[in-house]
């Protein structure tokens, strides 16, 4: 058996069977060949050929297309979320969100030496990990946590005031 014998006399039915199970753009449809393919070569691995091949087939593409269904319906492509996003578009949001972004910068200005510097470097633009995080303050990467919880909590008690200050200042 070659994978030829079996694939070969499959391709048109494959595209018949994917073009039948996605009417329209309700998927993908080089997506669920893919996946059927794999399927297959999976199973021509450790089974060999299915018996019946054609049924094996169509029972390939079911089942596949209802798992790209069902992703489809909880996932969203990382293109859509930047312009779902309604602080992108709208200045009035964009100004409360440079507004907020201040607040929280003065307030971290104002933590203590080793808070601030954590605090600054999570909200680093780098998105730096824990280990990068720990090596640059010099501490443990297992101590990273509780001192984070800890600086947290410095920082929610200086941003009421921060936040109590503009709004005095008729900005808030």
Do not use: F, N
């Not at 995080?133 to 947290?152: K, V």
């Amino acid at each position: 058996m070659t994978y030829d014998t079996v694939i070969d006399p499959l391709r048109p039915l494959l595209a018949a069977e994917v073009r039948a199970e996605l009417p329209g753009a309700a998927g993908d449809p080089g997506d669920l060949e893919q996946a059927v393919w794999v399927r297959l070569l999976e199973h021509l691995g450790t089974q060999g050929a299915p018996d019946d091949p054609a049924a094996w087939l169509r029972d390939a593409v079911r089942t596949e297309a209802r798992l790209q269904r069902s992703t489809e319906l909880r996932e969203l492509p990382y293109g859509l979320r930047p312009a779902a996003d309604p602080a992108a578009v709208d200045p009035e949001r964009r100004a409360l969100a440079r507004e907020r972004d201040r607040a929280l910068r003065s307030a971290v200005r104002r933590l203590p030496g080793r808070c601030r510097r954590l605090i600054d470097a999570l909200l680093s633009p780098q998105d730096l990990t824990y280990r990068e995080i720990a090596g640059e303050l010099g501490i443990s990467q297992g101590s990273l946590g509780p001192e984070r919880s800890r600086c947290l909590g410095c920082l929610r008690r200086i941003l009421p005031s921060e936040v109590a200050l503009a709004a005095r200042r008729g900005k808030g």
